[in-house]
């Protein structure tokens, strides 16, 4: 699985999204200079809430991220299962895990928060191409169905978790505007996700009924 967000596509996927009045072989730099910060207000995709302001902002801020993909993406689940305990006896390998700190050192844990964190990075950093990025959450919230007693609500849960441990690894640059580019981008990435779980598939599930913790 790729780590980091891959420059080159992402620039090539930003030329292919020029689609204005741009003069050939004018370059990306030259064309982003000419932005105004009335047009960095303008939202990139109606399903996406972000703004191109909110993208420049996710994509300064989320290098730090990925720098530290291992450490947010545990973190993440530590906090999950501090509110949402019955979720961590989806993971066979750490049923029986009670502290924080058994959890911390789980390879499955650490081997599930990897997958997580290279989902959200591949979305993050492909915000350019919303078909793809949906298409890909959506796969992945399908994949989901097969843990029995998974809900698509489960993936909601994330947000919280999900902003207060970028909180901690971004720090002090942890601004209430960059939390919000934020939260509206998870938004998007857990709304597919739960999509993806509980739509477009052989068994269709009735999400409201379904109880997290049912039994054999
Ligand atoms: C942002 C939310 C999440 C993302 C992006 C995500 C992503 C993934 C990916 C990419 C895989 C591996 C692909 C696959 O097996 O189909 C996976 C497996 C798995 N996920 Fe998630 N997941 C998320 C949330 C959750 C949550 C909340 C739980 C349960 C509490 C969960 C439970 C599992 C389990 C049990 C596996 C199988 C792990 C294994 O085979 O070792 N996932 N997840």
């Not at 997958?115 to 959450?137: F, K, N, R, W």
């Amino acid at each position: 699985m790729g780590m980091g967000c891959s420059v080159s596509a992402t620039q090539l996927t930003l030329m292919s999204a020029t689609h204005d009045d741009v003069p050939a072989g004018t370059t990306i730099t030259q064309k982003r200079s000419r932005e105004s910060t009335e047009s960095g207000k303008r939202i990139i995709d109606e399903r996406l809430k972000i703004s191109e302001n909110d993208r420049r902002l996710i994509a300064r801020t989320w290098k730090g991220i990925s720098r530290n993909m291992e450490q947010t993406g545990i973190d993440m689940f530590l906090k999950l299962f501090q509110n949402n305990f019955n979720l961590k006896n989806l993971f066979s390998e750490f049923r029986g895990l009670e502290t924080a700190e058994a959890m911390r050192q789980s390879q499955a844990l650490e081997n599930h928060a990897m997958m997580v964190m290279c989902t959200l990075d591949d979305a993050i950093c492909s915000l350019d191409d919303v078909d793809y990025v949906q298409e890909q959450l959506r796969n992945v919230g399908k994949s989901h169905r097969r843990f029995h007693g998974y809900v698509a609500d489960n993936f909601l849960k994330i947000e919280e978790p999900f902003l207060e441990s970028i909180k901690e690894t971004i720090g002090a640059k942890f601004t209430p505007e960059l939390e919000d580019s934020y939260r509206k981008t998870i938004n998007f990435v857990l709304g597919n996700l739960a999509h993806g779980f509980s739509s477009g598939g052989e068994k269709e599930r009735d999400i409201s009924e379904t109880s997290e913790t049912a039994v054999d």
